[in-house]
Nanobody
């Protein structure tokens, strides 16, 4: 049974930081491309960042330079370090694992950026 469990969300002031974690089980983690997506109320789910098994990373333009994705294959965990947070970063953040035609999603963690 595949599980992706996100944690680390919460309420933070503008300019603050959060680190999200996504712990995976039931998959061969090291072969999966891992990613983060987000969905704000009334909006479609959008890509945030991804990291390949070979540690190549890419980011949405809106978070480039502020967010950093990383992975720890020994812990089956992917992280998203979010700095200089803005109110427009407020969303539910979802972890994603992709390999070939197989895609898995986590349940999401809420991030709210507000003063």
């Amino acid at each position: 049974q595949v599980q992706l469990v996100e944690s680390g969300g919460g309420l933070v002031q503008p300019g603050g930081s959060l680190r999200l974690s996504c712990a995976a089980s039931g998959i061969i983690f090291r072969v999966y491309k891992m990613g983060w997506y987000r969905q704000a109320p009334g909006n479609a789910r959008e890509f945030v960042a991804a990291i390949t098994p070979g540690d190549s990373m890419n980011y949405a333009d809106s978070v480039q330079g502020r967010f950093t994705i990383s992975r720890d294959n020994a812990k089956n965990t992917v992280y998203l370090q979010m700095n200089s947070l803005k109110p427009e970063d407020t969303a539910v953040y979802y972890c994603n694992a992709a390999y070939s035609y197989t895609v898995h999603w986590g349940q999401g963690t809420q991030v709210t950026v507000s003063s």
